[in-house]
């Protein structure tokens, strides 16, 4: 009578299981459901790394790029109705087009890499969280500048300095760096650098060229490139002065003995009393 009763209370338990499956079964993808989600990203411009069906830091870098563009929920996990929604979106688009450079819209809390028809790369990315902090003894605000940057310096691997550690740093204004972290939460973090994940960092520094066009903006704040985009000489210019911290300018053609551009380094006059 005991077993009968054991085996009872087993079978009447099973529907119940089988409906918290159920209940848990459309939040549940397969791996060609991934790899399609994947390939959606991607083709919409979302950085994933490897295709191949596998929920990874790519994968899931992408998914969340893509929530922030689109002001989603930023969960970093993908379900059935995230990929609906992935299926039915449009691409993100470049405030400007037309040539190479980089845009990171602080708003939105993503970085692109744009290339000359407007075709992008996007990554998620956090920046500085405005809070106060002190280095060398100073204080100082997590701020990451707006405006129009050039990459004037970058290292190889890991950089260690007193604020920590990071990985293919690209230098665009002071200490402020692209670089690469173990930690990019999806809100602004930084001291003021502008972190992206390390599975793309060395791709990215790869392609960040010394003379790349970077361009940080929010929603009250954006400054066009598209002179030194035109005019090379200009941005050869602004890129002395951040390689020697003097000032350089362009003497028109009319000024100059050779009919053409030329650049000139600009000596401090000096005044004698």
Same mark, same amino acid.
């Given at each position: 009578?005991?077993?009968?009763? @054991?085996?009872?209370?087993?079978?009447?338990?099973?529907?119940?299981?089988?409906?918290?499956?159920?209940?848990?079964? %459309?939040?549940?993808? @397969?791996?060609?459901?991934?790899?399609?989600?994947?390939?959606?990203?991607?083709?919409?411009?979302?950085?994933?790394?490897?295709?191949?069906?596998?929920?990874?830091?790519?994968?899931?870098?992408?998914? !969340?790029?893509?929530?922030?563009?689109?002001?989603?929920?930023?969960?970093?996990?993908?379900?059935?109705?995230?990929?609906?929604? !992935?299926?039915?979106?449009?691409?993100?688009?470049?405030?400007?087009?037309?040539?190479?450079?980089?845009?990171?819209?602080?708003?939105?809390?993503?970085?692109?890499?744009?290339?000359?028809?407007?075709?992008?790369?996007?990554?998620?990315? /956090?920046?500085?969280?405005?809070?106060?902090?002190?280095?060398?003894?100073?204080?100082?605000?997590?701020? @990451?500048?707006?405006?129009?940057?050039?990459?004037?310096?970058?290292?190889?691997?890991?950089?260690?300095?007193?604020?920590?550690?990071?990985?293919? %740093?690209?230098?665009?204004?002071?200490?402020?760096?692209?670089?690469? /972290?173990?930690?990019?939460?999806?809100?602004?973090?930084?001291?003021?650098?502008?972190?992206? %994940?390390?599975?793309?960092?060395?791709?990215?520094?790869?392609?960040?060229?010394?003379?790349? !066009?970077?361009?940080?903006?929010?929603?009250?704040?954006?400054?066009?490139?598209?002179?030194?985009?035109?005019?090379?000489?200009?941005?050869?210019?602004?890129?002395?002065?951040? @390689?020697?911290?003097?000032?350089?300018?362009?003497?028109?053609?009319?000024?100059?003995?050779?009919?053409?551009?030329?650049?000139?380094?600009?000596?401090?006059?000096?005044?004698?009393?």
């Amino acid at each position: 009578m005991k077993l009968f009763l @054991t085996i009872c209370l087993v079978v009447m338990l099973l529907p119940a299981v089988s409906l918290a499956q159920r209940a848990n079964a %459309p939040n549940t993808l @397969t791996r060609a459901q991934i790899k399609q989600a994947e390939q959606n990203l991607s083709a919409l411009g979302f950085w994933t790394g490897p295709i191949d069906g596998v929920f990874d830091a790519g994968s899931q870098a992408a998914l !969340i790029a893509f929530q922030k563009w689109h002001g989603r929920e930023v969960t970093g996990q993908l379900t059935i109705d995230e990929l609906a929604v !992935i299926q039915s979106s449009t691409a993100p688009q470049a405030k400007e087009t037309g040539y190479e450079h980089v845009e990171v819209d602080v708003d939105r809390q993503v970085l692109m890499l744009v290339n000359g028809t407007g075709s992008v790369r996007v990554l998620p990315t /956090s920046t500085g969280n405005n809070k106060t902090f002190i280095d060398d003894g100073e204080e100082s605000i997590s701020y @990451t500048p707006r405006g129009r940057f050039l990459v004037y310096d970058k290292s190889v691997g890991w950089e260690t300095g007193p604020l920590g550690s990071v990985y293919y %740093p690209n230098y665009i204004s002071g200490g402020v760096a692209i670089h690469g /972290s173990r930690n990019v939460p999806n809100a602004p973090a930084s001291h003021g650098c502008i972190r992206i %994940p390390l599975f793309a960092a060395r791709e990215v520094s790869r392609a960040l060229k010394l003379g790349t !066009i970077v361009l940080v903006y929010d929603k009250v704040s954006f400054v066009s490139a598209k002179d030194w985009a035109k005019s090379p000489k200009l941005k050869e210019a602004a890129l002395l002065s951040l @390689t020697t911290g003097e000032d350089y300018v362009i003497e028109p053609p009319s000024k100059t003995k050779s009919g053409s551009q030329v650049i000139r380094r600009v000596r401090p006059r000096i005044v004698r009393l």
